[in-house]
């Protein structure tokens, strides 16, 4: 099944220049776009590459590497950069701009569970922590979901020659989240499925839902962009109601742009969600990763 769209302009160029882009044609968007540049800025802290994880001995070979990992992360750097990126979240114009500028300086903060639920992708654990701040889960959820993005990153670069080759599974084979984006990359347009998160990128055959693993071809279909044709389009799945967005690249994204071109694309989530295609709302894996403090005597 092939539906047209009506699309919007397409991403490109490196990381910066397609954030100060997007800052100028969308100045909606510029609250998140801040806070996102306050992460790349964080990122070149080379002192996250200490974060070297250790992986479980018991992971099964399906199961993304950082599954039940144990990675060491200073309590006071967590706690510095969290508290650090909520007080400029908390300078934005919105709603929750004042909780989160007093979730920042509260005592109640628990920058290490929270940096961990986020990982875990753990919706109850991140409510309960956000209960105990004094703010709305939504709106810290969104402010640590990029203060983890730094940490995910360097676990990924650490991990990246462990990615098993063979991996033909639908979500990151590093941190387990589904994919935000695919490439359909170079002239051979080879599909690249794209973590938002560690930047991880990994293969999978064209024909095949990431998220229910169909590979029945009558139940996959594509939502075509009315002006670009395959280079933007999302592609469907009537077994699950998934849809995953796929855009045309000569070029790899660099880890720090894709979740520029997931937030330059909404156009397409919105054309999805439109059709009644959605996201999973559950993770492929209880991760059940634990940040532990280097300082501290191991107790196992
Ligand atoms: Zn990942
Ligand atoms: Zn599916």
Redo the contacts with the bound molecule.
């Keep these: 099944m092939t539906v047209r769209l009506p699309i919007m302009s397409r991403s490109g160029g490196g990381a910066r220049r397609q954030l100060d882009g997007l800052a100028q044609a969308h100045p909606e968007w510029r609250s998140w776009l801040n806070l996102y540049a306050e992460t790349l800025r964080a990122s070149e802290d080379p002192t996250w590459a200490d974060a070297v994880p250790v992986l479980a001995n018991d992971r099964s070979p399906i199961a993304?590497l950082?599954l039940g990992a144990r990675v060491p992360l200073s309590p006071r750097q967590a706690d510095a950069w969290v508290r650090h990126l909520l007080t400029i979240a908390g300078r934005e114009e919105g709603p929750q701009s004042g909780a989160l500028a007093a979730a920042a300086e509260s005592d109640r903060l628990d920058a290490v569970a929270l940096l961990e639920a986020t990982i875990n992708q753990d919706a109850p654990r991140l409510a309960a922590l956000a209960d105990a701040a004094g703010v709305d889960p939504d709106a810290l959820g969104a402010v640590v979901q990029l203060a983890a993005l730094p940490l995910?990153r360097a676990c990924?670069r650490t991990l990246a020659p462990l990615v098993p080759q063979a991996w033909n599974g639908g979500?990151?084979?590093?941190?387990?989240?589904w994919p935000a984006v695919a490439e359909s990359r170079g002239l051979e347009r080879s599909r690249r499925l794209r973590?938002?998160?560690?930047?991880?990128d990994w293969g999978l055959v064209a024909l095949r839902c990431p998220f229910c693993g169909t590979d029945e071809h009558t139940q996959l279909g594509s939502l075509i962009s009315e002006t670009e044709g395959e280079a933007r389009k999302v592609e469907t799945c009537e077994t699950c109601r998934g849809y995953v967005k796929s855009v045309a690249t000569l070029r790899a994204w660099s880890p720090e742009e894709v979740p520029l071109v997931d937030l330059a694309s909404v156009d397409l989530d919105l054309a999805a969600i439109d059709r009644d295609f959605g996201r999973p709302t559950a993770s492929a894996f209880d991760l059940g990763l634990r940040l532990t403090d280097p300082a501290a005597v191991p107790t196992s």
């Design positions: 993304p950082l995910l990924a979500c990151c084979p590093v941190c387990g989240a973590c938002g998160r560690c930047g991880t």
